[in-house]
């Protein structure tokens, strides 16, 4: 199993920055790739960005340029910072990682969430 904590969500005003961290913990040796969803208000979730095992990134088109995500494997910790947020970018933001197929720990695994408001 594996356990994913997030930090660092906030009350920020349009333009500003904020960064947030997902912590893992548990059978992190199996984890593949890790990533950031979020979820606003009367929305979907959506992908916001995610790093492949090999370390190739994606970012939704919402957020290029304005978000980077960084992954500190030997801390097992993920990174995203967001600069030049918008209101539009208000949302529960969620870590997720994704278990080695195959392995004992193939499976999605989900922090809590953390909230991030932006302010116009």
């Not at 893992?24 to 009367?42: A, E, K, L, N, V």
């Not at 947020?85 to 004992?104: H, I, W």
Request: hydrophobic share 30%; aromatic share 8%.
């Amino acid at each position: 199993q594996v356990q994913l904590v997030e930090s660092g969500g906030g009350l920020v005003r349009a333009g500003e920055s904020l960064s947030l961290l997902c912590t893992g913990s548990g059978d992190t040796g199996c984890i593949s790739g890790m990533g950031w969803y979020r979820q606003g208000p009367g929305k979907e979730r959506e992908l916001v960005a995610h790093i492949f095992r090999g370390g190739s990134k994606y970012y939704a088109d919402s957020v290029k340029g304005r978000f980077t995500v960084s992954r500190d494997d030997s801390e097992y910790r993920l990174h995203l910072q967001m600069n030049s947020l918008q209101p539009e970018d208000t949302a529960v933001y969620l870590c997720n990682a994704v278990g080695v197929a195959g392995s004992k720990c193939d499976a999605n695994y989900w922090g809590q969430g953390t909230q991030v408001t932006v302010s116009s």
